[in-house]
């Protein structure tokens, strides 16, 4: 997993971000894979970029889930490098023999009309130019329901975290094999 920190479980005890729910799914319903969270809270898709030859080095990942981007977007960084930086992510990956999982994000509306709609295509631009599987928004399900947000609007709370998953799960499944 690498992500930001929306997968990192910001604000929430290690055990209840959707990431460590996934490596219970995972064994639960018999798929024997380790799950390492390599998502830190404020990475960009550049931070990601630069930490990923190491982390494939060290874990040797089967399959690779990229949430990367939401942080490029609330800066207002280029869309351009966001999207290279995306396809270099998720070309390394595969390169070294992983399955990839993309991950996309929205942004709130008051970063104008086309940089959010630029923004939110560009995520399925890299899947279809990549041909990797496509989460379209992580936060489909939680962003606008009560309860849900924590305090700043913007990190799914704990009571979230499995209606994060069951938005992952559909796009990974296809992705895994029981071994």
Request: proline share 6%; charged share 20%.
């Amino acid at each position: 997993m690498l992500g930001d920190s929306l997968s990192a479980g910001y604000g929430l005890k290690p055990a209840q971000g959707w990431v460590a729910l996934l490596e219970k799914r995972l064994q639960a319903q018999g798929y024997e894979y380790r799950v390492v969270n390599a998502s830190i809270s404020g990475e960009t898709s550049g931070g990601g970029l630069q930490r990923l030859p190491r982390a494939l080095e060290t874990h040797k990942p089967a399959v690779v889930i990229v949430e990367l981007g939401a942080n490029d977007g609330l800066r207002g960084l280029s869309l351009a490098l966001t999207r290279d930086n995306l396809a270099k992510i998720v070309a390394g990956a595969r390169e070294a023999g992983a399955k990839v999982l993309l991950v996309g994000m929205r942004l709130p509306p008051n970063y104008g009309s086309r940089y959010t709609n630029d923004f939110m295509r560009m995520y399925r631009e890299v899947a279809t130019a990549s041909r990797v599987a496509l989460v379209p928004f992580l936060l489909h399900s939680v962003a606008l329901k009560p309860g849900l947000m924590q305090a700043d609007g913007l990190h799914p709370t704990a009571q979230a975290q499995s209606a994060l998953l069951d938005t992952v799960w559909p796009q990974l499944t296809p992705l895994l094999q029981k071994r």
